[in-house]
């Protein structure tokens, strides 16, 4: 199992509790992006630049993973791919998406942005609380705990 990260929305309090979690579980871990980002020195964390445009860093990310990877993303349409494919998705919340979830998780996405497009202001989801921090951390732990010797 490997562990791709959809980094260029990912918080940094996330990326540094992921650093952590594919050190300790001796995991490799691709932080996938379109613009640099420092990764600390391991031999199980790596960086993948993408070139800039739509969806760029989610198509390399769906293309390179395997059934059974995790991915770390906020982006439903990508997490469902990701189900799609055999993956698993967890969000920088710690939201675990899954095939009984992410229909509604598309639909809800796919209204809130229909209403922003009529103009109305749906305002942006809360910024990271600790208890998101603490919520991620502990899904985390738990998947990797049932998924890694």
């Known amino acids: 199992m490997k562990i791709w990260v959809d980094a260029d929305a990912c918080p940094v309090v996330i990326k540094d509790i992921l650093f952590r979690a594919a050190e300790r579980k001796s995991l490799e871990m691709t932080l996938v ?14 960086f993948l630049q993408v070139s800039f445009g739509f969806d760029v860093a989610d198509n390399e990310i769906v293309r390179r993973m395997e ?11 990508l997490a469902a791919e990701v189900i799609e494919k055999g993956g698993i998705a967890l969000n920088p919340r710690g939201e675990l998406y899954t095939t009984s979830n992410i229909k509604a998780r598309l639909n809800m996405r796919d209204f809130m942005e229909t209403m922003r497009a009529s103009g109305v202001n749906t305002g942006g989801p809360p910024a990271l609380s600790q208890s998101d921090r603490m919520a991620f951390a502990n899904q985390l732990d738990k ?7």
Request: proline share 9%.
């Open 143 to 149: 998947f990797l705990t049932q998924n890694t010797t």
């Open 33 to 46: 992006a379109n613009h640099f980002m420092r990764t600390p020195p391991s031999q199980y964390i790596k």
């Open 67 to 77: 059934a059974g990877d995790l991915v770390i993303t906020g982006d439903i349409p």
